[in-house]
């Protein structure tokens, strides 16, 4: 843990020749170990160049799963992993680990439930790498850190030490209770998905919750900027991002608040996805193709990832060189589709959608906009006031057509429809989604 605290810390300067020449060492030993020890790799990249790994054949959440039993390099079932992520899903209790191994299940936002596997080795770098980049400082008292998330994982008693404490929190937690916790344990960092960062925020503002943390960090949900300005202005504090998925910890906002690809522990590529009228000079929306280069256990190499990350070509203020992530847009199920007046389809991304609510006039509190089929729009609302009720819904319609005709296009359904559509309590918020 030592170790990668110090490793991180003094690899934040890698760029240019130097950080390839990181990345290439680092691939060709990941890439070497997992085709000696996993069948999966053995078979993908028979008779391939190690020097040309950038360019080898990409794999996804179905291709690993499917081949689950063959893709590890320890020789772990899915069947046997998939109880154990299972049994602690169930019973809320993720002490237990598969012969020393922690394993985690992700939620499944895609309709596919995705396996991690990491031994005692990558549970340190992991913790190592994360808090040199989330702490804000080294001071002598040390941190107190609270996490409302879906699932625990003794990856987080990994962290866990007199200097360092942690308490985690079920997502589910009623929020009554979670300001009781909350005011009694003075977090001086906050982690959740902005979900309950936007309700906490709210009993901030009624004077019932009353913390000041250090830092507020968002995880596991797409931040959407209006949420961002509501959590910063009731804590106080900068909302910063991490970006971590079953294929790893990918990014993390700088002291400056900027999302940068973390290039010393994965190489991230990207495939440009279309996008809608793009003019010259415009950052780029792309999905990204990631390779771990630490993880041994479970080797994530070019695995294309259903995300669509806007990119900023731009240096950043705070001197890192790394990549920089301008925004987090959904993922590419959250890409809705309409047809223009001469019946071509176009794909609409969620930044373009969410639009719609922030140019309408009224006093909405909360939205969600879906799609089941090409053309249909439905932008669900909920308002602060009844009286704004009927106004707020024209208001809508009127902003949902001219956003849709600024692109040719129209909606062969719309419908605004008052109160949000019912979502599990452990479901990732997703504010544009494609149903269906």
């Given at each position: 843990m030592a170790r990668h605290f110090l490793l991180t810390r003094e690899n934040a300067s890698l760029r240019g020749d130097a950080l390839a020449e990181y990345q290439d060492a680092?691939?060709?030993?990941?890439?070497?170990?997992?085709?000696?020890?996993?069948?999966?790799?053995?078979?993908?990249?028979?008779?391939?160049?190690?020097?040309?790994?950038?360019?080898?054949?990409?794999?996804?959440?179905?291709?690993?799963?499917?081949?689950?039993?063959?893709?590890?390099?320890?020789?772990?079932?899915?069947?046997?992993?998939?109880?154990?992520?299972?049994?602690?899903?169930?019973?809320?209790?993720?002490?237990?680990?598969?012969?020393?191994?922690?394993?985690?299940?992700?939620?499944?936002?895609?309709?596919?439930?995705?396996?991690?596997?990491?031994?005692?080795?990558?549970?340190?770098?992991?913790?190592?790498?994360?808090?040199?980049?989330?702490?804000?400082?080294?001071?002598?008292?040390?941190?107190?850190?609270?996490?409302?998330?879906?699932?625990?994982?003794?990856?987080?008693?990994?962290?866990?030490?007199?200097?360092?404490?942690?308490?985690?929190?079920?997502?589910?937690?009623?929020?009554?209770?979670?300001?009781?916790?909350?005011?009694?344990?003075?977090?001086?960092?906050?982690?959740?998905?902005?979900?309950?960062?936007?309700?906490?925020?709210?009993?901030?503002?009624?004077?019932?919750?009353?913390?000041?943390?250090?830092?507020?960090?968002?995880?596991?949900?797409?931040?959407?900027?209006?949420?961002?300005?509501?959590?910063?202005?009731?804590?106080?504090?900068?909302?910063?991002?991490?970006?971590?998925?079953?294929?790893?910890?990918?990014?993390?906002?700088?002291?400056?608040?900027?999302?940068?690809?973390?290039?010393?522990?994965?190489?991230?590529?990207?495939?440009?996805?279309?996008?809608?009228?793009s003019k010259p000079g415009e950052p780029l929306r792309v999905t990204p193709i990631v390779t771990d280069l630490w993880r041994l256990v479970q080797p994530i190499i070019r695995y294309r990832l259903n995300d669509i990350l806007v990119l900023n070509p731009l240096p950043c203020p705070c001197g890192g060189w790394f990549q920089r992530i301008d925004r987090i847009e959904g993922r590419q199920d959250d890409v809705l589709y309409f047809f223009n007046l001469d019946g071509v389809i176009r794909p609409f991304f969620p930044d373009v959608l969410r639009r719609i609510v922030l140019l309408s006039d009224g006093p909405i509190a909360d939205y969600e906009i879906t799609q089941d089929q090409p053309g249909a729009l439905r932008v669900h609302f909920a308002v602060t006031s009844e009286n704004s009720r009927s106004s707020v819904e024209d208001a809508l319609r009127r902003s949902a057509e001219s956003i849709l005709m600024q692109y040719g296009c129209r909606a062969s359904e719309l419908h605004i429809v008052e109160g949000l559509p019912p979502r599990r309590a452990d479901e990732k918020r997703r504010r544009v989604r494609r149903i269906g």
């Open positions: 680092r691939a060709h030993h990941i890439l070497r170990y997992a085709m000696e020890h996993s069948p999966f790799y053995r078979r993908h990249f028979t008779g391939l160049d190690l020097k040309d790994w950038r360019s080898f054949p990409t794999i996804d959440k179905s291709a690993m799963m499917s081949n689950f039993d063959d893709f590890t390099t320890c020789g772990v079932k899915r069947d046997e992993a998939m109880n154990v992520a299972l049994a602690a899903e169930q019973s809320r209790n993720y002490s237990p680990s598969l012969g020393g191994l922690t394993v985690g299940l992700s939620s499944g936002t895609s309709g596919h439930r995705g396996l991690f596997v990491v031994d005692l080795r990558e549970r340190a770098s992991w913790a190592g790498s994360i808090m040199a980049r989330v702490l804000p400082n080294l001071r002598i008292k040390g941190y107190k850190v609270l996490l409302f998330l879906r699932s625990g994982s003794n990856l987080y008693d990994t962290l866990g030490s007199f200097w360092l404490k942690f308490r985690f929190c079920d997502l589910m937690t009623p929020i009554d209770e979670s300001v009781t916790i909350l005011n009694r344990f003075q977090p001086d960092i906050l982690v959740a998905p902005p979900s309950k960062l936007t309700m906490l925020a709210a009993e901030s503002k009624t004077s019932r919750l009353k913390i000041s943390p250090l830092k507020v960090i968002s995880v596991a949900e797409v931040l959407d900027p209006a949420d961002e300005m509501r959590i910063a202005e009731a804590f106080g504090a900068p909302v910063h991002q991490l970006y971590q998925c079953t294929e790893g910890f990918l990014a993390a906002t700088c002291e400056q608040g900027n999302l940068h690809v973390l290039e010393d522990c994965i190489s991230m590529q990207y495939e440009p996805v279309d996008a809608l009228d």
